[in-house]
């Protein structure tokens, strides 16, 4: 008997939007996270970001970037609409931090989101809510230039997710985070985390990342860093601040590590910054590095995954001995490296 229906059948959109939700938004603070890289994309100067119970009942980033007119506000909830790429060469020629157009449509689908934004400085703006990924409604309203999105109840339709959030404070620390990787890539630009109504972090516009290290870390650090600034080719640079063996932390968390302004936990690059530390460090002690790693944008893969906090080198293990040859070279000025180490690593190299 040969039997005509099918068993596999395309899922709606809704429960797609879902699927893929589940892959970014884990916890409010990927929310933060995502939200804060399309501010930045977006060219803002000035974000704030108010949080409300860690994130769980309320998330708005507000951002005086570039904004959008009414229908990228609308296509802006699609999945795959992005203004970032257009063709499968541009993946390998990112200059933003977003470039896979789901991000958007993937928080909507899993809260109560209001989009407010405008681009233009007649201050004529648009106000999109959406439950569930829904639209319910669109308006016109008066606005400044910019964006302020408003995510609230995540999670409301997932209870099975929900279930996972921790207690106000766990996911506000995460969020911190989030706020304080974002914060020490962009310099220039003013962040402000409040959470309940109260000023968490206030940080102003910056010259470079030596105030913003300072501001965020806390000044009295800043003697304890040392500058790395090594330029190996026009499209191969690292720069940063590195702690002098003698600071260290029990934990490898204060090491921050960005490509091309993306902070990224990668498993070589966290290796090359432990290998420059090789035989300066007691077991179990971690440095404080803020690291920057610029590179043409054509020797990296970033669609890993798709929170983008993995990359993909062409040339690994040159990336991997540049950091760690960097992070020696710093070090040994300082007079760090006895000449026992200092023999032992120049064996190596
Ligand atoms: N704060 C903002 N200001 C201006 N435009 C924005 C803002 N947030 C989102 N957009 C627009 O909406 C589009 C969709 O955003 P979304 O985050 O979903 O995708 P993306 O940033 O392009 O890629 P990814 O999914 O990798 O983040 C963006 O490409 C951008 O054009
Ligand atoms: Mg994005």
């Known amino acids: ?71 990228d506000a609308f296509l802006s909830f699609e999945r795959h609409a992005t203004s970032k790429i257009r063709t499968d060469t541009d993946l390998f020629a990112l200059t933003t931090l977003g470039f896979r157009g789901e991000a958007l449509a993937s928080i909507a689908s899993v809260s109560r989101l209001r989009l407010t934004t405008s681009d233009n400085d007649e201050g004529l703006g648009q106000q999109i809510y959406a439950e569930g990924g829904k639209i319910k409604s669109a308006t016109e309203v008066g606005f400044p230039q910019g964006t302020t999105i408003e995510v609230r109840n995540l999670f409301f339709n997932l209870p099975a997710r929900k279930k996972f959030l921790r207690k106000e404070q766990t996911e506000l620390g995460h969020a911190a985070d989030v706020v304080t990787k974002q914060a020490l890539a962009n310099p220039a630009v003013s962040f402000r985390l409040k959470h309940n109504e109260r000023i968490m972090v206030d940080l102003r516009r910056e010259k470079g990342v030596r105030e913003r290290v300072a501001a965020l870390l806390g000044r009295s650090l800043l003697s304890d860093l040392l500058p790395v600034d090594r330029q190996n080719s026009a499209d191969l640079q690292l720069t940063g601040l590195i702690s002098q063996p003698q600071l260290t932390r029990s934990a490898s968390s204060h090491i921050y590590t960005f490509i091309n302004g993306r902070y990224i936990r990668d498993r070589v690059v966290q290796h090359a910054v432990m290998d420059g530390y090789r035989h300066l460090l007691m077991k179990g002690r971690y440095p404080v590095v803020v690291l920057f790693l610029q590179i043409d944008p054509a020797q990296i893969d970033i669609n890993v995954h798709p929170t983008k906090h993995e990359v993909r080198f062409r040339e690994q293990s040159k990336i991997h001995d540049l950091i760690a040859e960097s992070l020696r070279q710093t070090l040994r000025p300082a007079g760090w490296l006895d000449t026992k180490a200092d023999t032992q690593i120049t064996g190596q190299a």
């Open 1 to 71: 008997m040969v039997r005509m229906e099918t068993k596999i059948h395309i899922l709606p959109e809704a429960l797609c939007n879902k699927i893929a939700a589940g892959e970014v938004v884990e916890r409010p603070s990927s929310v933060v996270k995502e939200l804060l890289e399309n501010s930045l994309d977006a060219g803002a100067s000035d974000i704030l970001i108010e949080l409300e119970a860690g994130g769980k009942r309320l998330i708005r980033i507000s951002d005086n970037g570039c904004g959008m007119n009414r229908q």
